[in-house]
């Protein structure tokens, strides 16, 4: 009698970011479960991923181009797309796996039910720079709180430490490539409003932080998410009001920060009328009351003399 080992497809989206993708595939390549296909979802880069990746020459990876730039969202699509995988992996292209990392995931999803549609981990935070563990064990899951509930709080799941059935990936419609930022709690949403996940507490990645994060810089695009996600699920996000008063609150210090004062102070004035008792809120939105140059010199002095 032959011992099923279901076919896993993992999927590093990159672009650009050849220093760090190597690291990242070879993570991969070195893990104890061998039964899986690695496909690179290049979103357009013009430094030498291509060469490099080819260079390697393991039949087990794929390289993939998009046809114009598709975002975060819509180059993990596209591996999807050439996935042949039972479940699917993903790991960005920045990120480590360890090396017991798929052997665990595919023997939890092997004994799991119907009911549940992916595994994730816990993760190592480690300072990209100097390559040190900065915190060990940083996802606190509630096993007796609702995962819809935990996602819109502080999301749990990593994008780098997930596992999900590829049919369930099919079903809910993939990731939203009309959005480049939170497109993928959008997607977790979605699978937990259907399915239940299963948690190992153990880490099983290295997240790199870095000290500076170019998507982080992205406003425009944390503007759109955010939106977009508040007025599809407003009952999930308005749940806890504390934490939907931040959220308000962060969306207008965003609109400030891009020199929309008015739609800026409109959030901040919500937060504050939701849930009262976040100091930060009111000095934000006597700021938010000067022009976009008074702003940013009155955030500053706070940040000085706070």
């Given at each position: 009698m032959s011992?099923?080992?279901?076919?896993v497809?993992?999927?590093?989206?990159?672009?650009?970011?050849?220093e760090h993708?190597?690291?990242?595939?070879?993570?991969?390549l070195r893990?104890?479960?061998?039964?899986?296909?690695?496909?690179i979802?290049d979103?357009?880069?013009?430094?030498?991923t291509?060469?490099?990746?080819?260079?390697?020459n393991n039949?087990?990876?794929?390289?993939?181009?998009n046809?114009?730039s598709k975002g975060?969202g819509g180059n993990?699509?596209?591996?999807i797309?050439?996935a042949?995988g039972?479940?699917?992996?993903f790991?960005?292209?920045?990120d480590?796996w360890?090396?017991?990392k798929?052997q665990?995931?595919?023997?939890i999803?092997?004994k799991s039910?119907?009911t549940?549609?992916?595994v994730?981990?816990?993760?190592?935070?480690m300072?990209?720079?100097?390559?040190?563990l900065?915190k060990?064990n940083?996802i606190f899951?509630n096993?007796?709180q609702n995962l819809?509930r935990?996602?819109?709080?502080k999301?749990?799941?990593?994008?780098?430490?997930i596992?999900?059935k590829k049919?369930?990936l099919?079903?809910?419609?993939?990731?939203d490539?009309s959005?480049?930022?939170m497109?993928?709690?959008?997607?977790w949403?979605?699978l937990?409003?259907?399915?239940?996940?299963?948690y190992?507490p153990?880490?099983?990645?290295?997240y790199?932080v870095?000290s500076t994060?170019?998507?982080?810089k992205n406003?425009?695009?944390?503007?759109?998410?955010?939106?977009k996600?508040f007025?599809?699920y407003p009952?999930?996000?308005?749940?806890d009001?504390?934490?939907?008063?931040r959220?308000l609150?962060?969306?207008?210090?965003?609109?400030?920060?891009?020199?929309?004062?008015k739609?800026?102070?409109?959030y901040i004035?919500?937060?504050i009328c939701?849930y009262?008792f976040?100091?930060?809120a009111?000095?934000?939105?006597f700021?938010s009351l000067?022009?976009p140059?008074?702003y940013?010199?009155l955030?500053?002095?706070?940040k000085t003399?706070w």
């Amino acid at each position: 009698m032959s011992f099923y080992m279901p076919k896993v497809s993992v999927i590093i989206p990159t672009y650009n970011r050849v220093e760090h993708l190597l690291p990242a595939i070879k993570s991969v390549l070195r893990q104890t479960y061998q039964n899986f296909e690695l496909i690179i979802s290049d979103d357009g880069s013009t430094d030498d991923t291509r060469q490099v990746v080819i260079s390697l020459n393991n039949s087990k990876i794929r390289y993939i181009t998009n046809k114009g730039s598709k975002g975060p969202g819509g180059n993990r699509n596209n591996g999807i797309s050439h996935a042949h995988g039972e479940y699917v992996a993903f790991l960005d292209d920045d990120d480590e796996w360890l090396p017991d990392k798929l052997q665990h995931q595919v023997d939890i999803l092997r004994k799991s039910s119907g009911t549940v549609c992916g595994v994730f981990t816990n993760v190592n935070y480690m300072d990209k720079k100097s390559g040190q563990l900065i915190k060990r064990n940083p996802i606190f899951v509630n096993p007796k709180q609702n995962l819809l509930r935990q996602l819109v709080i502080k999301s749990p799941i990593y994008t780098s430490t997930i596992m999900v059935k590829k049919t369930c990936l099919e079903k809910v419609g993939r990731f939203d490539e009309s959005i480049h930022y939170m497109e993928d709690l959008d997607l977790w949403i979605k699978l937990a409003k259907k399915w239940k996940f299963e948690y190992l507490p153990s880490p099983l990645i290295n997240y790199y932080v870095h000290s500076t994060d170019q998507l982080s810089k992205n406003l425009e695009g944390q503007i759109v998410g955010k939106e977009k996600l508040f007025k599809r699920y407003p009952k999930l996000f308005r749940q806890d009001r504390k934490r939907w008063s931040r959220y308000l609150l962060s969306l207008g210090v965003h609109y400030c920060q891009t020199n929309n004062m008015k739609k800026g102070r409109i959030y901040i004035f919500k937060s504050i009328c939701v849930y009262p008792f976040i100091k930060i809120a009111y000095f934000q939105f006597f700021a938010s009351l000067f022009s976009p140059e008074y702003y940013f010199r009155l955030k500053n002095l706070y940040k000085t003399n706070w």
